[in-house]
C-alpha cells in the first residue's frame, strides 16, 4: 500500500500488501515468539512424520505385526526369567564291573528285577537304578516316622536318595490303600524327600528284609519288658546303596544316630 493510502500499486510495481512497520521493533516480539513456537511444532510434526512413514505406508498391518512381536519377545523373556524350570535328571553312575559278591547280598548288586516308582504316574524301572541312597522297606503301620524323617533328612544333607517301599508280606491289604498308607508315611520327610516304589512282588522284601514273624500255633513267642509275652512284629528295614550299584550294608530297624549318619555319609 502507498504511504498516502493508495491500493493501488506503487512506483515499484510491486502488489498491494497490508505490512505496518512500527516505529519501535519490540512491539514484534509476542509475534516473534508466536512464530518461533509454530515453527518448532511444524518440525516437532515432521519428525513424527518421518518416523512413522515406514509404518503407515502398508496402512494399519505392519503397526499390528510390530505389536504382535514385542508382545512375543515380552512374554519370552518372562517365561525364561520366571518360568519354571524342568529339574534336571540325575545322572547314574556306571555299575561295577566286578561286584564281590552274588546279587542280593552285601558286596554284590541288587537283584535284576523292575519295580514302579510312583509320582503322578507309574513308571517302571530296572530295581538296580535306584542308586545311590538309601531304599527302606517298612512293613504296614510301621510307626517309623522318626526313622523316615532321619534317613530323608541325611541323603537330602549327602546329596543322596531316599526311596520307601512296603513291605507286603502277609498283608492282606488292598495294594491302593497300601499306597495310601505309604505316601502318609513318607509325609513324615520334613527335611528332604522320599521317593514312592511300588514292588509287587516283593522283591526287596524276600531278599533283605528278616523274615515275617509266623503267628502259628507253633510259633514262639517274644517275651516283653514287663514278663508277658509280646507277638512277633516286622521291623522297618535300610539298604544302603552306593553310586556303583553295589550294596553296602543292610540295616535291621536301623536308629537314627551318628553311627546310621556315618554309614549314609560313605556312600557319598
Known amino acids: 500500500m ?15 500488501v497490508d505490512v505496518v512497520v512500527p516505529d519501535d521493533a519490540r512491539e514484534l516480539d509476542r509475534d516473534v515468539i508466536a512464530y518461533r513456537r509454530e ?12 518416523l512413522a512413514r515406514p509404518f503407515t505406508r502398508y496402512g494399519p498391518a505392519i503397526p499390528i505385526i510390530a505389536l504382535a512381536l514385542l508382545i512375543a519377545l515380552v512374554s519370552g523373556v518372562l517365561m525364561t526369567a520366571f518360568g519354571p524350570r524342568p529339574a534336571p535328571r540325575p545322572s547314574i553312575p556306571m555299575l561295577a564291573p566286578h561286584p564281590t559278591a552274588s546279587p542280593g547280598r552285601i558286596g554284590g548288586f541288587l537283584p535284576d528285577a523292575r519295580v514302579s516308582l510312583i509320582g ?33 533328612a541325611r541323603t537330602q544333607e549327602f546329596e543322596l536318595r531316599f526311596w520307601l517301599v512296603t513291605d507286603r508280606r502277609g498283608d492282606k491289604t488292598d495294594p491302593e490303600e497300601a499306597i495310601r498308607r505309604l505316601r502318609a508315611l513318607a509325609g513324615a520327610a520334613h527335611h528332604g524327600t522320599a521317593l ?20 502259628s500255633p507253633g510259633a514262639s513267642p517274644t517275651a516283653s519288658p514287663h514278663g508277658t509275652q509280646a507277638a512277633p512284629r516286622a521291623v522297618p528295614t535300610a539298604i544302603l546303596v552306593a553310586p556303583d550299584g553295589v550294596v553296602t550294608d543292610v540295616l535291621h530297624e536301623p536308629r537314627p544316630g551318628p553311627e546310621l549318619t556315618e554309614k549314609i555319609k560313605s556312600l557319598a
Open 196 to 215: 514312592l516304589v511300588d514292588d509287587p512282588d516283593n522283591v526287596l522284601a524276600d531278599t533283605y528284609a528278616p523274615p515275617v514273624p509266623s503267628t
Open 120 to 152: 503322578r504316574e507309574r513308571v517302571s524301572v530296572p530295581l538296580r537304578d535306584l542308586r545311590p541312597g538309601v531304599i527302606a522297606v517298612v512293613p504296614p503301620n510301621c510307626g517309623c516316622e522318626r526313622l523316615v524323617a532321619e534317613l530323608a
Open 39 to 50: 515453527e518448532r511444532q511444524r518440525r516437532r510434526r515432521e519428525r513424527m512424520r518421518r
Open 2 to 16: 502507498r504511504p498516502d493510502g493508495d491500493p493501488e500499486p506503487d512506483d515499484y510495481g510491486l502488489p498491494p
